[in-house]
């Protein structure tokens, strides 16, 4: 089982995560930030990857710290559970709809750390959950996997339709990039040799 455990503690948040990447989609999620622990349960459900995640952060001061740093472990415990990356699809992609919201989620999973996100998002707010948080999470992740991560809106107008499109997307984009192909199961799929 490929599989990871992060802890990351700093002076802003105290946060355990664990995957699962050859799982079934369960999750058990209590980040302090109820719009997130619903994306990252979608996410895993939809990538069936197992995941814990426990945050105790600043959220007195908002919730910007906590969706920061829960996406650099969930980038770290990728990189780790993946190891080489031997035997993995490498590739990834889905064009998800969510009602009137159509979301193209595409990845790579080339150890080069690359973001390119044009999704608009029509509102500030989705509750209390401040919208412009998931870039960040998104860099975080990005950064820490050290994957290519493209998304593009073809269609949308109500922002937790949006968002949720896109960590759905994310997790089957994922989920078919991480899959071993028996075929390749000794190779790393480059022409590198090395990812």
């Known amino acids: 089982m490929r599989s990871s455990t992060i802890i990351r503690t700093t002076a802003e948040t105290d946060i355990k995560l664990a995957l699962c990447l050859d799982g079934t989609g369960k999750s058990e999620v209590a980040t302090g930030v109820g719009f997130l622990d619903h994306m ?54 889905m064009l998800l709809p969510m009602d009137e919201a159509l979301i193209l989620c595409a990845v790579d999973l080339s150890g080069r750390a690359c973001l390119v996100n044009t999704v608009t998002l029509p509102c500030q707010k989705v509750g209390s959950f401040d919208t412009e948080l998931v870039q960040e999470f998104m860099l975080g992740f990005t950064r820490k996997a050290e994957l290519s991560l493209h998304f593009q809106m073809l269609a949308g107008e109500n922002t937790h339709h949006i968002i949720e499109a896109m960590f759905k997307a994310m997790g089957r984009a994922l989920g078919a990039a991480v899959r071993i192909e028996e075929a390749y199961r000794d190779e790393i799929p480059s022409t590198k040799g090395v990812l």
């Open 40 to 93: 990252l349960t979608l996410f895993a459900k939809h990538g069936r990857f197992d995941l814990s995640v426990t945050c105790k952060g600043d959220t007195y001061v908002d919730d910007h710290h906590s969706v920061e740093d829960i996406g650099i472990a969930l980038g770290q415990a990728f990189a780790e559970a993946l190891g080489d990356k031997r035997g993995i699809c490498r590739y990834g992609s």
